[in-house]
């Protein structure tokens, strides 16, 4: 069965700092790999996906992610971390069943920002 | 254009009782999912629905929750005789076509339900 992992329950960092979410997965196929952020009382927010082709993806807001399947890898990366920005941020890998691509999340990584 | 919507935003009931939770799906998508996020469990996959079917009910944790969508738009979880483990935010999410890999998923605010 797929997993996601993301070893970091908290990160602190500060404002103009880079910034990078550590994220491993488990699944036996291609896997398609997701980020998604959420702000308090907010639904989630698609920052970024990769399905196939250049393995450094760019998403929204500056943030990116590169996928190293040697590593069954997916960590985001922000080269300069607004306030704004501190949120919770989910990893999650789709798996297609059913003809629909059911998401499996990790357990999400609260980021704390400091001005 | 209007994003998923959910109803009622908060929703607090006794144990035992049943709930009912609404969904509104993005104009025009056909694939929609429901998804719990509990402190215990975190983000879990509860079913999806390709119009109204639901090829996938794999996440529904027991027979106490069902869920039906009609008119290939409008989602209703149930939740039966209600327990405090139950107590969680419910996440619902479209996207337009039929459940392509491509596709993202749009989600709404969430229900959060609370079981005394």
Redesign the interface.
Known sequence: AQSVTQPDIHITVSEGASLELRCNYSYGATPYLFWYVQSPGQGLQLLLKYFSGDTLVQGIKGFEAEFKRSQSSFNLRKPSVHWSDAAEYFCAVGTAQGGGNKLTFGTGTQLKVEL | GAG?SQSPSNKVTEKGKDVELRCDPISGHT?L?W?RQSLGQ????LI?F?GNSA??K??LPSDRFSAERTGGSVSTLTIQRTQQEDSAVY?C?S?LR?????????????TRLTVL
């Open positions: 998923v694939a999912y998804y975190g983000l879990e996959f999806y390709q090829p996938d794999s996440g996440l999410a996207t039929r459940g392509r890999d491509t596709d993202t998923q749009y989600f709404g605010p969430g």
